[in-house]
């Protein structure tokens, strides 16, 4: 099962960018869609972004479409999540995870192998 390692988490202000990144273990890593979530204190975890095995297909809610990115680089086995103009309520714990089951990107269940999370904290 592939293992992934989030970084890139920081405490920032309202209007700044962070680019979060995840590493994955396994060669393979272009077999799996991927995605990046997020989970606040007392919420359940959330959708974020996510992008096909490809790379040729891109999902995001209508709260990061148009301020966050999602891209990937199958030779090196990374995803990475460029977050512009971020806001507060974009505190949160971010996770990636590879899809690892039939079903919706826009779906948790759909996904397995999650990372660690890193943490992101947007000060107003």
């Known amino acids: 099962q592939v293992q992934l390692v989030e970084s890139g988490g920081g405490l920032v202000q309202a209007g700044d960018s962070l680019r979060l990144s995840c590493a994955a273990s396994e060669r393979s890593f272009s077999n799996y869609g991927m995605g990046w979530f997020r989970q606040a204190p007392g919420k359940e975890r959330e959708f974020v972004a996510a992008i096909s095995r490809s790379g040729g297909s891109t999902y995001y809610t209508n709260s990061s479409k148009g301020r966050f990115t999602i891209s990937r680089d199958n030779a090196k086995n990374t995803v990475v999540l460029q977050m512009n103009s971020l806001k507060p309520e974009d505190t949160a714990v971010y996770y990636c995870?590879?899809?690892?089951?039939?079903?919706?990107?826009?779906?948790?269940?759909?996904?397995?192998?999650w990372g660690q999370g890193t943490q992101v904290t947007v000060s107003s």
């Open positions: 995870a590879a899809k690892i089951r039939d079903g919706s990107y826009y779906r948790v269940d759909s996904f397995g192998s």
